[in-house]
């Protein structure tokens, strides 16, 4: 398809179904409804429009302090798994476990450990996020090949320089592709540890619309998030595409 | 009954919003049926798109291809065409024997019937004994005999062979050119090559056809006269090398028609 | 995870090495409490847990939670992979999926769940409603581009044997997309624990969910700590149901590793 009867497809799509959607809601309106039409939401949402940002700065500040924690805690482990033998093999797997604990258990963990803090919230992020950045950097550095680290070795350079000069520039298309997964996991991540403990963010908003039934609210800060979480991941696709624009796979068709 | 493969005024352009690219150009050929015809020519010259028409998995703009009397499509619902990819293309998923049995499945032969035959097949090309291998198991020699063997499953008219044994060593790919002129000459098929490998050319064709690009089109026809059965002593008679000289000026000439 | 432990390891020593990892981290984890004498809001000692959590309430709560993460993880899977091959065989169809896959992606389910409670109301199906949604979605994509993604080669081969649409989806496209369905179930496994629980935790009823925030807020930390266990063990199943399933679905590749 060119891309012009994409874009054209694309908005047909979008068109007829926020079309449908408005129909339906208006068919099923009434003050116990819980379905908004997409114009009900657009006013919603340009009514909170204040504490909308507001409380979208704050999630997206936990996911994105979170993100950083996990890219750091990822490529060190990604480090270890691929050059330590030793503890490689158990730093991956309990980095699985600690994955795989379901976050809505493990926050009130690190609330009780750090407080109803910022930085708890961050961490539950960077849980949260941390296991695919480490998998596709291991990945990556597997795929480099095995001349790279023998030229490195001929020119007398330490398994370190050789890993962090050469090897890594090979594993860099899958760390990029791996954010695409990554930071809308701290996103929603960083909603759920604002359910144990937080005044003010996205995931709390949605609680407490849930709590009070204010059903605008709620679609609202749904709607709002949903945008978010897309443009974390478009932006990563984008940087991933720029950064490293050798590498075919660094672009998901959608 | 018409014992030829006729290709008329072919033309296959894909137009765009830049301005459009053609492939093909007004080209003509004619294959006598049991000849071994042999397409060479630089990348982009159209020898893979016109292996393609003829074999109706392309579609031309213009032009007309008959297939021994009947048109390309026809030739192709009635499974006249043999054809071995440059990639092995193995259902990485069946065995070997599964993969042979593939064609015959499809033209409904039942499975008994079918994995006699995919055997007979595989001990002909030099397989038996791996029959139940998966692809991921076999060497890149071992895949493409397989994927010959498959493409003679049911017995057809034509075989076309798009670059089969690129990537291959020497010695290996020597090999597989003599188990093709072997199975050639017993099935009595017609072929079709599209290669790069001006030896490869020599030592399999009856007639090689180098084309050009920018437009893609024949420039030349080279006629190989050397007896069969041709065997690898050949390949260094003067015969021999004197037809190679002759096609590999022919094919700079090709390459010296864009700048190299 | 194959890729990342020694392929020549047989299960046995897998499993040998696995206990003795666990046990050695609980020593740790016993050591440590008793050496630094660490209140139990901050972590209770294995001992703790052990004797002290209540345990009947976990194992029926993970009992709870386990039932909604299966019932809702095969919904969820079945309906995703329906899906998928309808919209594939469909040109429409996959013309209205595709452009809409990114904002299908970025739908946070926790994020719905909300929604979801006030629209059927508490109860075992909003858990397995989340459950099925938070796998539904990634599974279609996944097998929307699984069965997309078949070499242009193997069709022409189709083309070649004039099979028909059926039969190149039959034999090629079909079993050509498993190692994509079972990468996504492999995303799926863990998400689907995560959403039950999630579900649980703001609807109330009777699983692990709802037993981390009421022992929480109860104060009774080593209950907290073995609904915590529980749960990272239900994980662990689900693990290692997704690696039977691979096995399974895709034979020939499993083998090699």
Same mark, same amino acid.
């Given at each position: 398809m060119s891309r012009t009867l994409r874009f054209f497809t694309l908005f047909l799509v979008y068109a007829f179904l926020l079309i449908g959607w408005q129909l339906f809601a208006s068919t099923n309106s009434g003050p116990q409804s819980l379905f908004a039409g997409p114009i009900e939401i657009? %006013?919603?949402?340009?009514?909170r429009r204040n504490s909308l940002w507001e409380a979208s700065l704050v999630t997206l500040s936990e996911a994105i302090a979170g993100l950083l924690l996990a890219i750091v805690l990822g490529l060190v482990v990604a480090i270890m798994v691929d050059s330590v033998r030793l503890v490689g093999p158990t730093a991956y797997r309990l980095s699985v476990i600690l994955y795989s604990v379901p976050l809505i258990a493990l926050a009130p963990i690190l609330v009780l450990w750090f407080g109803p803090t910022f930085t708890a919230r961050a961490i539950t992020a960077m849980v949260a996020s941390f296991l695919p950045i480490v998998i596709?950097?291991? %990945?990556?550095?597997?795929?480099?090949?095995?001349?790279?680290?023998?030229?490195?070795?001929?020119?007398?350079?330490?398994?370190?320089?050789?890993?962090?000069?050469?090897?890594?520039?090979?594993?860099l298309p899958a760390f990029f592709a791996?954010?695409?997964?990554?930071?809308?996991? #701290?996103?929603? #991540?960083?909603?759920?540890?604002?359910?144990?403990? #937080?005044?003010?963010?996205?995931?709390i908003n949605l609680l407490y619309s849930m709590f009070s039934f204010n059903v605008e609210a709620l679609w609202a800060n749904l709607v709002v998030a949903t945008f978010w979480s897309g443009v974390i991941y478009i932006a990563f696709d984008f940087i991933a595409k720029r950064a490293t624009p050798w590498h075919a796979s660094s672009g998901v068709g959608s | 009954m018409i014992n030829r493969i006729e290709v008329r005024d072919v033309e296959v352009s894909y137009p765009s919003d830049s301005?459009?690219?053609?492939?093909?150009?007004?080209?003509?050929?004619?294959? *006598?049926? @049991? *000849?071994?015809?042999?397409?060479?020519?630089?990348?982009?010259?159209?020898?893979?798109?016109?292996?393609? /028409?003829?074999?109706?998995?392309?579609?031309?703009?213009?032009?007309?291809?008959?297939?021994?009397?009947?048109?390309?499509?026809?030739? =192709?619902?009635?499974?006249?065409?043999?054809?071995?990819?440059?990639?092995?293309?193995?259902?990485?998923? $069946?065995?070997a024997l599964s993969n042979v049995c593939l064609p015959l499945? &499809?033209? @409904?032969?039942?499975?008994?019937?079918? =994995?006699?035959?995919?055997?007979?097949?595989?001990?002909?090309? @030099?397989?038996?004994?791996?029959?139940?291998?998966?692809?991921?198991?076999?060497?890149?020699?071992?895949? =493409? $005999? &397989?994927?010959?063997a498959r493409a003679l499953t049911l017995n057809p008219?034509?075989?076309?062979?798009?670059?089969?044994?690129?990537?291959?060593?020497?010695?290996?790919?020597?090999?597989?050119? *003599?188990?093709?002129?072997?199975?050639?000459?017993?099935?009595?098929?017609?072929? &079709?090559?599209?290669?790069?490998?001006?030896?490869?050319?020599?030592?399999?064709?009856? $007639?090689?056809? &180098?084309?050009?690009?920018?437009? @893609?089109?024949?420039?030349?026809?080279?006629? /190989?006269?050397?007896? $069969?059965?041709?065997?690898?002593?050949?390949?260094?008679?003067?015969?021999?090398?004197?037809?190679?000289?002759?096609?590999?000026?022919t094919l700079l000439s090709a390459y010296a028609l864009e700048d190299l | 995870m194959n890729a990342f432990t020694s392929s020549r390891k047989s299960i046995a020593s897998n499993w040998k090495s696995a206990t003795i990892g666990t046990i050695t981290v609980i020593l740790i984890w016993e050591l440590t409490v008793v050496w630094l004498d660490l209140p139990k809001y901050i972590l209770p000692s294995p001992t703790d847990i052990v004797t002290e959590a209540q345990w009947r309430d976990v194992v029926s709560a993970s009992a709870s939670s386990l039932f909604s993460i299966i019932i809702g993880f095969i919904v969820g899977n079945v309906a995703g992979f329906l899906l998928a091959v309808f919209a594939a065989s469909s040109i429409i169809a996959s013309g209205v999926i595709q452009p809409l896959s990114v904002t299908l992606r970025s739908?946070?389910?926790?994020?719905?769940?909300?929604?979801?409670?006030?629209? !059927?109301?508490?109860?075992?199906?909003?858990?397995?409603?989340?459950?099925?949604?938070?796998?539904? !979605?990634?599974?279609?994509?996944?097998?929307?581009?699984?069965?997309?993604?078949?070499?242009?080669?193997?069709?022409?081969?189709?083309?070649?044997?004039?099979?028909?649409?059926?039969?190149?989806?039959?034999?090629?496209?079909?079993?050509?997309?498993?190692?994509?369905?079972?990468?996504?179930?492999?995303?799926a496994a863990p998400a689907a624990v995560l959403g039950v629980m999630v579900a649980e935790w703001i609807v109330g009823g009777s699983g692990l969910g709802q037993l981390v925030l009421r022992s929480s807020i109860q104060i009774e930390y080593p209950t907290m700590w073995a609904a915590l266990l529980a749960?990272?063990?239900?994980?662990?199943?689900? !693990?290692?149901?997704?690696?039977?399933?691979?096995? !399974?679905?895709?034979?020939?590749?499993?083998?090699?590793?």
């Open positions: 657009v %006013q919603a949402i340009y009514d596709n950097v291991v %990945q990556g550095l597997r795929g480099a090949p095995l001349a790279v680290s023998e030229l490195g070795e001929s020119l007398a350079m330490s398994r370190f320089a050789i890993l962090l000069s050469m090897r890594f520039r090979f594993a791996s954010l695409k997964i990554a930071g809308p996991s #701290a996103f929603i #991540a960083a909603m759920i540890s604002e359910w144990i403990n #937080a005044e003010v963010g996205l995931g | 301005g459009g690219f053609t492939a093909l150009s007004g080209v003509s050929l004619t294959i *006598e049926q @049991g *000849e071994f015809a042999t397409l060479i020519g630089p990348s982009g010259c159209g020898k893979s798109t016109l292996l393609r /028409v003829i074999a109706d998995l392309l579609i031309p703009t213009h032009g007309t291809v008959t297939v021994f009397g009947e048109s390309s499509q026809q030739a =192709r619902k009635a499974r006249r065409f043999g054809f071995v990819f440059q990639d092995p293309v193995l259902l990485p998923w $069946r065995s499945r &499809v033209a @409904g032969q039942s499975k008994a019937q079918a =994995r006699k035959r995919a055997s007979e097949l595989l001990n002909l090309v @030099g397989l038996k004994g791996f029959e139940q291998n998966l692809p991921a198991t076999l060497s890149g020699g071992m895949a =493409r $005999r &397989v994927a010959i008219s034509v075989l076309m062979l798009d670059e089969p044994f690129n990537g291959l060593d020497e010695i290996r790919r020597q090999n597989l050119n *003599e188990e093709l002129q072997r199975l050639w000459m017993e099935f009595q098929s017609t072929a &079709v090559l599209v290669t790069h490998n001006v030896s490869e050319a020599v030592f399999l064709s009856d $007639r090689v056809y &180098v084309m050009g690009k920018d437009p @893609g089109r024949i420039i030349a026809e080279v006629h /190989v006269n050397l007896p $069969r059965p041709r065997t690898s002593d050949m390949l260094h008679e003067p015969a021999f090398l004197e037809i190679v000289k002759n096609l590999s000026v | 739908i946070p389910i926790i994020a719905i769940a909300p929604m979801l409670t006030l629209i !059927f109301g508490r109860g075992l199906t909003i858990t397995i409603v989340v459950g099925a949604l938070v796998v539904f !979605f990634p599974t279609l994509i996944n097998m929307l581009i699984g069965l997309r993604s078949t070499e242009r080669e193997l069709l022409e081969l189709m083309r070649v044997l004039d099979c028909s649409r059926v039969q190149t989806f039959w034999l090629v496209r079909l079993p050509a997309s498993m190692p994509y369905l079972v990468s996504s179930l492999r995303i749960s990272a063990a239900l994980a662990g199943l689900m !693990f290692v149901l997704v690696s039977v399933l691979e096995r !399974f679905l895709i034979p020939w590749q499993s083998r090699q590793r």
